[in-house]
């Protein structure tokens, strides 16, 4: 099983172009963020007819999440299940939530898609926003890991958090005034791996950064850093077989400012009893 993750930064917009990926990739299993639309808007045609189903949970032109697979999605969620909500100006914990967790499980394989909140700054409330998200996620981790302990499990997405000062090569980035590479938020990163996943990209893709930003020619000058992970269980990194971060995505007309990162799994598939025909 090939699964891979990408912030698409709106569906509607590079939809042909995430198809073209999906097919020419040979991908089964798709989690996008940012598709900055409705679940109604999405593009679901062009994907039905390169035999994908699926799944999206939005709501209009920001945030959003989606999983796209060639094999039945069961047992869908979309919201994790301690998920805090934001809301401008709004106090206490009962605001609204917004769209930016789905999971599924795809042939035993438990996959969330994630798109972790900005942070927007170091004094704004989207930052505590931001590590009550992280702090969630893990503890989804967590969860599901003791009452499952064996099985793969991996939270993928867009983390908006760069975990070591390698993962980090845009030079606007300072640390102490910057979010994405605060203390605060590399530990609640690290709250993911307490929580029994590992990354298991790196070990196979040891340089290469996920997302550069649109400006400042940072693609060119390769100023980027490294915000979209593959996070799995120990059953999930005992099957991956393979992985890559997809810079090639990054060109063309109208890319994302993100790019797709990809692993293979070696799943066992079910003995084909049926009498050989010659």
Request: aromatic share 8%; charged share 25%; net charge negative.
């Amino acid at each position: 099983m090939r699964i891979a993750t990408w912030n698409v930064n709106s569906i509607r917009t590079r939809h042909a172009r995430v198809v073209d990926f999906l097919v020419q990739s040979d991908v089964d299993v798709l989690a996008m963020q940012e598709i900055k639309c409705k679940p109604e808007q999405f593009p679901m045609t062009p994907f039905e007819e390169a035999g994908y189903e699926v799944i999206a949970h939005g709501q209009g032109q920001w945030n959003g999440v989606a999983i796209a697979s060639r094999l039945p999605l069961t047992d869908v969620a979309t919201e994790l299940t301690d998920q805090p909500g934001f809301a401008k100006g709004h106090e206490g914990l009962d605001a609204p939530l917004e769209a930016r967790a789905l999971g599924a499980t795809i042939d035993g394989v438990r996959v969330w898609s994630l798109y972790v909140p900005n942070g927007r700054a170091l004094d704004d409330p989207h930052l505590d926003y931001k590590l009550r998200f992280l702090r969630a996620a893990a503890e989804e981790a967590r969860r599901w890991l003791n009452e499952n302990p064996d099985a793969p499990l991996a939270l993928t997405g867009d983390f908006n958090v760069a975990p070591t000062d390698a993962d980090m090569g845009d030079p606007s980035f300072i640390p102490g005034v910057s979010t994405h590479i605060s203390a605060a938020e590399r530990e609640a990163f690290a709250e993911l791996e307490a929580a029994g996943l590992n990354d298991v990209v790196r070990p196979l893709v040891p340089e290469g950064f996920t997302f550069w930003d649109y400006k400042q020619l940072r693609f060119p000058r390769n100023e980027g850093m490294r915000i979209d992970f593959i996070l799995g269980s120990r059953g999930f990194s005992d099957l991956v077989a393979g992985a890559s971060i997809e810079r090639e995505q990054r060109k063309g007309d109208s890319p994302s400012d993100h790019v797709p990162v990809v692993v293979d799994l070696a799943l066992e598939q079910e003995d084909d009893d049926r009498p050989m025909i010659f």
